[in-house]
């Protein structure tokens, strides 16, 4: 799993109009194939009298599956523009969609590709960028003394405090990003004097937007 990488913010859309042609992009998380795929499918089905629905999408954690469609655009003028501008932008698993209203100007190779590129990019732009981060999160329990000193610690660290269940002791539960486990191990180790019971629970990824 990828300590961190970026997607976009969500589902969404967004037009352009260049020499009279629509140009509007929708754009999806995807993490399969199949899902990449269906997605296409339902724009073009709900855009079925446009002129093009040309595709482009990027899966896995190391980009292992990527595709580009023109959809009868000339080669290499609308899929691999948009493909270029998801990897550009650094996202990982996005399938973007750009359907085209043809206006009756011709805009030439050049400008197509043009087209198609900016049509992804002011979308992104629309939409939003996020980081997902991979923390691990952890139980810390502690005899009740501990209570107060442990909850103030965390409350002014840089790790998220979930959440704190009082029980037989106390169980605070806690998000570490992934990089810095063995320095909070340490770190709440001396705050207890090594008296915790520390548990390591599943991980999971937050997402913190991306000026």
């Known amino acids: 799993m990828l300590t961190s990488y970026y997607t976009i913010k969500a589902s969404g859309s967004h037009e352009i ?4 042609s629509r140009f509007i992009t929708h ?14 499918e339902k724009i073009k089905k709900e855009h079925w009298n446009a002129t093009h629905n040309c595709s482009a999408y990027l899966i896995g954690e190391h980009d292992d599956i990527q595709k580009a ?9 609308a899929g691999i ?3 270029e501008v ?3 932008r650094k996202l990982k698993d996005t399938c973007a969609v750009v359907t085209r209203y043809f206006g009756g100007i011709k805009l030439g190779a050049g400008g197509l590709i043009r087209a198609y590129g900016s049509a992804v990019s002011e979308t992104i732009d629309t939409i ?6 991979l923390i691990q999160n952890v139980h810390v329990t502690v005899a009740y003394h501990w209570l107060g000193k442990v909850e103030n610690e965390l409350r002014n ?11 037989e002791n106390v ?29 390591k629970k599943e991980k999971i990824y937050i997402e913190n937007d991306v000026k």
Do not use: C
């Open 86 to 88: 998801l990897k550009k």
């Open 171 to 199: 169980t605070f539960s806690v998000g570490i990003p992934i990089k810095n486990t063995d320095s909070f191990v340490q770190w709440i180790t001396n705050i207890t004097n090594g008296q915790l019971q520390m548990d």
């Open 69 to 77: 469609n023109d959809d009868g655009e000339p080669s290499g003028t």
């Open 17 to 20: 109009v260049i020499n009279k």
């Open 27 to 40: 754009m999806t998380r995807v993490t399969t194939e199949e899902e990449a795929q269906s997605f296409i």
């Open 157 to 167: 660290s840089p790790y998220l405090l979930h959440d704190i269940f009082y029980e």
């Open 128 to 133: 939003g960028v996020v980081e997902r981060s």
């Open 81 to 83: 523009p948009m493909l």
